[in-house]
């Protein structure tokens, strides 16, 4: 396994499917009574947020915390950064109170790599998201998701997605959501198609392992799933599109779009959702929607995660025989 | 103080059969073979290339406003142990350099450091703002006797202003030096816009940006019957551009830096912001095109947009840092490898690209002169068997943000003489 988790890209076939495997194992764990694993007793991981994640943040902490960890959260927000301070200074100050792990956030595409490899700090990085680069704990949940959904929770262990065909609808120019699922997906045998107008696309897509269209209706028949990414409003006004009810009309997902799927397909969405926009409240609420489940996965693949970046070669979770024994 | 006479023997001159150069105070004396003087300090050349001072026509000095990262003395150092004799001092210090009294006090810092003369270059508008002509013919009728006018670091984006500043110039025969970037297509740019920026998720810098500002500009030169040059033209679109304005027999000159001719945007990849520069590095397709027409003309000459940064402005995430790298101590290495050891240029060449076509773009009296009797001497004697790797801790500019350090260039100047005096003697500076 490899010291930072910077980019989707980074992991191995094998590696992404240890983590995912391992996410089931700490899955199971959250339906315990005590949802609590002290493998990372004694350790402590700071969550470095440079830019504001609600959630993303909470799902690092109760990973974190489900794992025994002792938790800092820094948020830069009225913090020194906004004095002038640098993420080097920053880092090396948290580093020097004996932090273990930095989760790090930032608005800055590059920014973890940075850290994990210029030499400021020694702990181990764990990117939650950099600019419109990568959010690789993002495509292991939505992997982890699909595989549970679409081959099984017990059938799934030990197994990729060869095969499966994902679709990723909205803004992949902005989005550090869809460079890391074109990644993973790849790497774990799914068959990509990015479907957005071509003026969230970047240029230099073609090289990526994925199919571009600008047709939703032509590919949704063919998607086993559909990841719908958020729109910002404020994209609208850079001429990325001319309106939002044109945008909606041509890439966002309703109901009579959502029935062109086959019927196994699930729809999917990082969030926040813009209902109304790439997404209806219709289809947000539907069951084929596992928007929550998601979030849900979100907490097991990151204590997958920081254990197997952390946690070394003891078992995750104590095997069921041990425990038979120590109630005897 | 009268001068003692130096004789540099068995000097390669332009690369030609080893010659013997004898300097006299301010000027070249004789060449030829068998010389000898008495009381002559001499050099043993021993083969080592000797060409006229360089000339830069673009270098920051930062100085004044950033005297952190650069100063006139600081960087005329550097400048001299490159193996410069001249160069021209770029407008966006702080105060900008709009006005005959800033134009006038780089000059006065240029004579004091006697290290290589330097020529400031105006603001072809107040602010570098783009929006109201500078004092342009104050700063020509100053002692500093401007010719060259860039906003560089900012585009002349207003075509209207781009065209009068072009006429205007015509009337003291001066010459803009247009910076090509459109801003719209660039907001938030951090590096080239292709393979690399989709994967990175950094904003793109697209070559239209500035292929489309060069057609706009050698077509206004054309209809206005003036003089344009391009600095660091970078993208294989632009050598097209510039390919076919010549060709129309439009009065455009064009250069291109050291690093677009060597390094690519795959150095991107490592998030480390010593890459960062604008216009940013391009792709392999966009170097070669670039040596190509550099040694064919269509590219006039080198030029180092020479820019220094403090440690503190790379030291930190891509985006977060600024743009520019160091080049003066360099650039001569760099076009040996790129140019000279591919066999795409000789050493006459080299000193065309370097000295000649640069001075008389600049109109640099006294530099890029031929290395002959009566000439001034202004030279540069270089090993090109030397071998080392660049370490920015010998550098003598203040800054030290070189993306080559580590790498191992070619070549090394062993001696800068500035009107016959050795500012570089034995590598090191005098």
């Known amino acids: ?328 | 103080m009268k001068m003692s006479k130096i004789l540099i023997r068995g000097a390669k001159v332009l690369g030609g059969e080893p010659q013997d150069v004898l300097l006299d105070g301010e000027t070249v004396e004789a060449v030829g073979t068998g010389l000898t003087a008495e009381g002559a300090t001499v050099i043993e050349a021993d083969g080592q290339i000797l060409l006229p001072g360089l000339v830069d026509l673009h270098t920051h000095l930062r100085e004044p406003g950033r005297e952190d990262s650069e100063t006139v003395l600081t960087g005329t150092r550097a400048a001299a142990s490159g193996g410069y004799t001249a160069v021209f001092a770029m407008a966006n210090t702080h105060p900008v350099a709009d006005t005959a009294g800033v134009v006038e006090q780089v000059y006065r810092l240029g004579k004091e450091a006697g290290y290589c003369d330097v020529q400031p270059i105006g603001a072809v508008t107040v602010g570098l703002e783009g929006k109201k002509l500078a004092e342009l013919g104050a700063m020509h009728d100053s002692a500093a006797g401007v010719t060259v006018f860039s906003d560089d670091g900012k585009c002349v984006d207003d075509a209207v202003i781009m065209r009068r500043a072009l006429e205007y110039v015509k009337a003291f025969g001066g010459v803009v030096a247009q910076h090509a970037q459109e801003p719209r297509l660039t907001e938030g740019a951090q590096m080239n816009e292709g393979v690399v920026s989709a994967e990175l998720g950094l904003g793109g810098w697209p070559a239209v940006a500035e292929e489309s500002i060069i057609a706009r500009d050698v077509l206004l030169a054309e209809h206005v019957g003036s003089r344009v040059h391009i600095c660091h033209l970078s993208t294989a679109g632009s050598v097209e551009i510039v390919r076919w304005a010549k060709s129309r027999g439009i009065d455009v000159t064009a250069e291109v830096t050291p690093h677009h001719l060597l390094l690519t945007d795959e150095l991107v990849r490592t998030y480390d912001p010593v890459y960062k520069v604008n216009p940013p590095l391009r792709t392999e397709r966009d170097v070669l095109a670039l040596r190509e027409a550099l040694a064919d003309g269509t590219i006039d000459i080198v030029a180092t947009d020479h820019a220094p940064h403090p440690h503190e402005d790379k030291d930190c995430e891509w985006a977060a840092a600024a743009m520019g790298m160091v080049g003066l101590e360099t650039a001569l290495s760099v076009v040996q490898q790129t140019m000279v050891e591919t066999g795409l240029l000789d050493w006459a060449g080299v000193a065309d690209r370097m000295s000649f076509a640069p001075a008389r773009i600049g109109r640099a009296t006294g530099h890029g002169r031929p290395v002959s009797a009566g000439e001034p001497a202004n030279l540069v004697l270089v090993d090109p068997a030397y071998r080392g790797t660049v370490d920015p801790a010998d550098f003598a500019s203040r800054s030290r943000n070189t993306p080559y350090e580590g790498r191992e260039l070619p070549g090394r100047v062993t001696h800068t003489f500035l009107r016959g005096r050795a500012t570089v003697m034995d590598g090191k500076l005098a």
């Open chain 1, 1 to 328: 396994m490899m010291r930072h988790l910077i980019s989707a890209a980074d992991l191995t076939r094998d590696d992404a499917v240890l983590i995912l495997d391992t996410a089931e194992e700490m899955a199971r764990v959250a339906d315990r009574p005590i949802k609590k694993l002290p493998t990372l007793r004694g350790r402590t991981i700071c969550n470095l947020f440079f830019e504001d994640s609600t959630r993303t943040r909470i799902s690092f902490e109760a990973a974190e915390k489900r794992l025994s960890a002792d938790v800092i959260n820094f948020a830069a927000k009225g913090s020194s950064v906004s004095k002038g301070e640098s993420l080097k200074d920053t880092a090396q100050t948290l580093e020097a109170m004996g932090v273990d792990a930095v989760v790090i956030r930032h608005g800055a595409s590059g920014a973890p790599f940075r850290l994990a490899t210029s030499g400021w700090i020694d702990a181990p990085v764990i990117n939650a998201g950099d600019g419109t680069h990568q959010h690789p704990t993002q495509a292991l949940l939505d992997a982890f998701t699909m595989r549970r959904r679409l081959v099984g929770r017990d059938a799934g262990l030990g197994k990729d997605l060869a095969g499966k065909r994902v679709t990723l609808v909205g803004d992949v120019l902005h989005s550090r959501v869809a460079r890391s699922n074109v990644d993973l997906l790849h790497t774990l045998g799914a068959e990509v198609t990015l479907v957005a107008p071509p003026t969230l696309v970047p240029v230099g897509v073609e090289t990526w392992p994925c199919e571009v269209s600008y047709d939703l209706d032509g590919v949704l028949p063919k998607s086993d799933a559909v990841m719908m990414l958020r729109v910002q409003r404020e994209r609208m006004n850079a001429a990325f599109f001319p309106t939002e009810r044109e945008y909606s009309r041509r890439y966002g997902l309703d109901g009579e779009r959502m029935a062109k799927m086959p019927e196994h397909a699930i729809v999917m969405h990082p969030g926040p959702m813009v209902r109304g926009m790439e997404i209806t409240a219709e289809v947000a609420d539907s069951d084929r929607c596992t928007v929550v489940e998601q979030v849900a996965n979100g907490v097991s693949v990151r204590m997958a995660v920081l254990y197997l970046l952390l946690g070394g070669s003891e078992p995750a979770v104590a095997p069921a025989t041990t425990r038979t024994e120590e109630s005897k």
